[in-house]
């Protein structure tokens, strides 16, 4: 079947709904698998192929995705009942292994699909396969059904894990989902990068993922006959690709390859698993248990066929209309019409199904109970690095509206429902470690004298205001070992990641940890002592609230102080480039290099200037952002790894804007509360 063809489309929903049907489920019958543009049935076969992830919403909005092709559908309608035996999950494969090892639901549901695969390749192949023992002919008839879901699924995938070294670095600059994407590689903070040795170091570490914790399993199932490898396979004893090998990953590659010139080997499985990681990251949902139907306490991941043929809208947005659910009395996963859909709308769900598990509060309800604006949409919305991270794409479009309206620095904010919308940008986050070492910095700059000449010039001293010694300007020890310990301790107690959101960026541990490095001995020890004296409270948790930002000097320093330190963080959003041509594996027959000659018309200043930079400017990224989605319909989709920059340079640049929007909102509101003390 070639779905690169015209009706691809049609004959891989026909395939998938008749399975679907034949096994108990249902498949509205106005449904249809098709691009925006065939409504009508006038399909074109661009982007029609199976070969790209359908679930990564274009700002021309050409993917495909599920209609009301044929007629209109009335609120309450079934639109999707898929029997539970069809998720392809891990629920039925042993926890427990090995030494007093534990397998995660991910290990479980990555194993049946990995078995899935590999038998189904081989029926495909030969038209029927024979496995290496008896005992796995249960097996084979459990995971050989799922062939029409296996073939709906895309090749490849809009993931993190395709991210190079490069694009990580230059689109994610200084953002938390960057940093944490990085993290392992050594020499990442360096300001010279050997770029294609990192990227060597990238897939080196799945590779030991893979060897340390999915190789282990798979050995155990395929020992006790869960995971079977076919006849003609049976020569591959291990999964094992070779983790002691320090040859070239390439090299290694094509070596394993020539080895076996038949059946399935150690490097095939690897890159099934590497395919497998992506697939349950941006196509699988956690749903709660039914007490029925499923084993033990398993919420997730699962697999579903058809349903993740559904594309994303937010809980919030006019194009949702239906919520993922279970069916309490056999655990079907089931999707019903929340509103009158017509003919030709595409049937949108939130890929975060928030609270709504159960199908018993919706049997019977009425207009009130149904209507989304009664839905709590915050909570059921993902941030952009959520969606980025867990499913691979961006709600661009999205994104952009909301920006604008904080960059604006607008507070009134328009509502729904009388109520003020929360921005759900993607927050920032800021470590205890960045919070001690600038209130170090500063204690030991000419701000606290200044701010003390200040203090007795302005006769505040003489009204009563204090100042003190700052701890961290001498030898802690010298002021007793009990002060030391009493203020490590809370230090610890504390959390060492301090989110910052858009709608309320100075949280109590956001002032306490800055306080904890800025109060005297004193104010610490009664701190402690009363911390540890209330029943109430564990001991160690000590938390200050904005009323400590009223003293005089107290305030001034952790305002000041976290002013510094923001103003720090975001020059690690910036990304500058010059006129010299990128030297990396990312700029295959110079795409990169026409990739920045065209942002540098984007983002420089004059036509003479050379040098631009991304990450600076939070209006001017926000406009290139603009620009780029207005022209996104019209832009040439030639030349794919062009387009493939493009795209990920949006998706980044949207997380560090939110990013370094509520890193300004707390700048702008550290700089209102400094304004607040002077005129106090």
């Given at each position: 079947?070639?779905?690169?063809?015209?009706?691809?489309?049609?004959?891989?929903?026909?395939?998938?709904?008749?399975?679907?049907?034949?096994?108990?489920?249902?498949?509205?019958?106005?449904?249809?698998?098709?691009?925006?543009?065939?409504?009508?049935?006038?399909?074109?076969?661009?982007?029609?192929?199976?070969?790209?992830?359908?679930?990564?919403?274009?700002?021309?909005?050409?993917?495909?995705?599920?209609?009301?092709?044929?007629?209109?559908?009335?609120?309450?309608?079934?639109?999707?009942?898929?029997?539970?035996?069809?998720?392809?999950?891990?629920?039925?494969?042993?926890?427990?292994?090995?030494?007093?090892?534990?397998?995660?639901?991910?290990?479980?549901?990555?194993?049946?699909?990995?078995?899935?695969?590999?038998?189904?390749?081989?029926?495909?192949?030969?038209?029927?396969?024979?496995?290496?023992?008896?005992?796995?002919?249960?097996?084979?008839?459990?995971?050989?059904?799922?062939?029409?879901?296996?073939?709906?699924?895309?090749?490849?995938?809009?993931?993190?894990?395709?991210?190079?070294?490069?694009?990580?670095?230059?689109?994610?600059?200084?953002?938390?989902?960057?940093?944490?994407?990085?993290?392992?590689?050594?020499?990442?903070?360096?300001?010279?990068?050997?770029?294609?040795?990192?990227?060597?170091?990238?897939?080196?570490?799945?590779?030991?993922?893979?060897?340390?914790?999915?190789v282990p399993y798979l050995n155990y199932l395929k020992q006790i006959g869960f995971f079977a490898l076919a006849e003609k396979d049976r020569d591959c004893n291990s999964f094992d690709t070779g983790k002691n090998d320090k040859s070239d990953l390439h090299s290694r590659a094509k070596r394993q390859k020539t080895e076996s010139?038949?059946?399935?080997?150690?490097?095939?499985?690897?890159?099934?698993?590497?395919?497998?990681?992506?697939?349950?990251?941006?196509?699988?949902?956690?749903?709660?248990?039914?007490?029925?139907?499923?084993?033990?306490?398993?919420?997730?991941?699962?697999?579903?066929?058809?349903?993740?043929?559904?594309?994303?809208?937010?809980?919030?947005?006019?194009?949702?209309?239906?919520?993922?659910?279970?069916?309490?009395?056999?655990?079907?996963?089931?999707?019903?019409?929340?509103?009158?859909?017509?003919?030709?709308?595409?049937?949108?769900?939130?890929?975060?199904?928030?609270?709504?598990?159960?199908?018993?509060?919706?049997?019977?309800?009425?207009?009130?109970?149904?209507?989304?604006?009664?839905?709590?949409?915050?909570?059921?919305?993902?941030?952009?690095?959520?969606?980025?991270?867990?499913?691979?794409?961006?709600?661009?479009?999205?994104?952009?509206?909301?920006?604008?309206?904080?960059?604006?620095?607008?507070?009134?904010?328009?509502?729904?429902?009388?109520?003020?919308?929360?921005?759900?940008?993607?927050?920032?986050?800021?470590?205890?470690?960045?919070?001690?070492?600038?209130?170090?910095?500063?204690?030991?700059?000419?701000?606290?004298?200044?701010?003390?000449?200040?203090?007795?010039?302005?006769?505040?001293?003489?009204?009563?205001?204090?100042?003190?010694?700052?701890?961290?300007?001498?030898?802690?020890?010298?002021?007793?070992?009990?002060?030391?310990?009493?203020?490590?301790?809370?230090?610890?107690?504390?959390?060492?990641?301090?989110?910052?959101?858009?709608?309320?960026?100075?949280?109590?541990?956001?002032?306490?940890?800055?306080?904890?490095?800025?109060?005297?001995?004193?104010?610490?020890?009664?701190?402690?002592?009363?911390?540890?004296?209330?029943?109430?409270?564990?001991?160690?948790?000590?938390?200050?609230?904005?009323?400590?930002?009223?003293?005089?000097?107290?305030?001034?320093?952790?305002?000041?102080?976290?002013?510094?330190?923001?103003?720090?963080?975001?020059?690690?959003?910036?990304?500058?480039?010059?006129?010299?041509?990128?030297?990396?594996?990312?700029?295959?027959?110079?795409?990169?290099?026409?990739?920045?000659?065209?942002?540098?018309?984007?983002?420089?200043?004059?036509?003479?200037?050379?040098?631009?930079?991304?990450?600076?400017?939070?209006?001017?990224?926000?406009?290139?952002?603009?620009?780029?989605?207005?022209?996104?319909?019209?832009?040439?989709?030639?030349?794919?790894?062009?387009?493939?920059?493009?795209?990920?340079?949006?998706?980044?640049?949207?997380?560090?804007?939110?990013?370094?929007?509520?890193?300004?909102?707390?700048?702008?509101?550290?700089?209102?509360?400094?304004?607040?003390?002077?005129?106090?």
């Amino acid at each position: 079947m070639d779905l690169s063809q015209r009706d691809g489309n049609a004959v891989l929903h026909s395939n998938l709904s008749q399975w679907i049907l034949q096994n108990g489920g249902k498949i509205h019958k106005s449904l249809a698998l098709c691009m925006p543009n065939d409504i009508d049935g006038e399909q074109t076969a661009t982007n029609s192929s199976s070969s790209t992830d359908n679930r990564m919403p274009h700002p021309d909005s050409s993917q495909r995705g599920i209609f009301a092709k044929h007629s209109s559908i009335s609120k309450g309608e079934e639109l999707i009942r898929l029997p539970q035996h069809l998720a392809l999950d891990g629920r039925d494969l042993p926890v427990n292994y090995g030494e007093q090892k534990n397998a995660s639901a991910w290990l479980r549901c990555l194993a049946s699909l990995l078995q899935s695969w590999h038998i189904w390749d081989n029926v495909k192949s030969n038209g029927t396969v024979h496995l290496d023992q008896s005992k796995d002919n249960n097996l084979l008839n459990n995971y050989s059904q799922y062939g029409p879901y296996l073939d709906s699924l895309p090749e490849t995938y809009d993931s993190l894990l395709n991210w190079s070294l490069w694009e990580l670095r230059s689109f994610l600059a200084g953002t938390t989902l960057g940093i944490f994407a990085l993290s392992g590689i050594k020499g990442v903070d360096a300001k010279e990068h050997d770029t294609d040795k990192e990227d060597n170091e990238l897939e080196t570490n799945m590779r030991t993922r893979y060897q340390t914790t999915v190789v282990p399993y798979l050995n155990y199932l395929k020992q006790i006959g869960f995971f079977a490898l076919a006849e003609k396979d049976r020569d591959c004893n291990s999964f094992d690709t070779g983790k002691n090998d320090k040859s070239d990953l390439h090299s290694r590659a094509k070596r394993q390859k020539t080895e076996s010139d038949h059946g399935t080997n150690a490097e095939d499985l690897y890159n099934l698993f590497r395919r497998g990681c992506m697939c349950i990251s941006t196509r699988a949902f956690h749903m709660q248990s039914t007490s029925s139907s499923d084993t033990g306490d398993y919420q997730g991941p699962y697999l579903l066929p058809y349903i993740d043929l559904l594309n994303h809208a937010p809980t919030f947005s006019s194009k949702h209309v239906t919520t993922l659910r279970r069916d309490p009395h056999d655990g079907s996963f089931v999707m019903i019409a929340e509103r009158d859909i017509e003919k030709g709308e595409e049937i949108c769900h939130s890929y975060d199904s928030g609270g709504h598990d159960d199908i018993a509060d919706v049997d019977g309800e009425d207009e009130d109970e149904i209507n989304r604006s009664k839905l709590n949409a915050n909570l059921s919305s993902l941030t952009s690095a959520q969606l980025l991270q867990t499913f691979g794409f961006v709600d661009v479009k999205g994104a952009i509206e909301r920006l604008s309206h904080c960059l604006k620095e607008d507070k009134s904010l328009s509502t729904v429902n009388g109520s003020q919308p929360q921005t759900n940008l993607t927050p920032a986050i800021i470590t205890k470690d960045e919070i001690c070492q600038t209130c170090k910095d500063v204690s030991m700059s000419s701000y606290p004298n200044s701010l003390r000449r200040s203090m007795e010039e302005d006769g505040l001293v003489d009204d009563g205001w204090e100042y003190w010694d700052l701890p961290l300007m001498k030898d802690e020890s010298t002021e007793g070992s009990n002060t030391a310990t009493s203020r490590h301790t809370s230090l610890n107690g504390l959390p060492n990641d301090v989110i910052i959101p858009y709608e309320n960026p100075l949280s109590d541990e956001l002032i306490t940890l800055f306080s904890l490095n800025f109060l005297p001995k004193e104010a610490i020890d009664d701190l402690f002592c009363s911390s540890s004296r209330n029943d109430n409270q564990q001991e160690n948790s000590i938390l200050l609230t904005e009323e400590v930002l009223d003293d005089y000097f107290l305030g001034k320093l952790v305002l000041h102080s976290m002013i510094q330190l923001v103003n720090k963080k975001l020059e690690r959003y910036q990304v500058c480039f010059n006129d010299e041509p990128v030297e990396c594996r990312t700029n295959m027959n110079g795409t990169l290099d026409i990739f920045l000659e065209f942002m540098r018309g984007m983002y420089k200043e004059s036509a003479v200037d050379k040098a631009f930079s991304w990450g600076k400017s939070e209006a001017k990224d926000l406009n290139v952002l603009s620009t780029l989605v207005a022209a996104g319909s019209n832009s040439s989709q030639d030349d794919v790894t062009l387009h493939d920059l493009i795209k990920k340079f949006t998706y980044g640049m949207t997380i560090s804007s939110e990013e370094r929007c509520c890193l300004l909102q707390l700048k702008r509101v550290a700089l209102d509360k400094l304004l607040q003390i002077d005129e106090s």
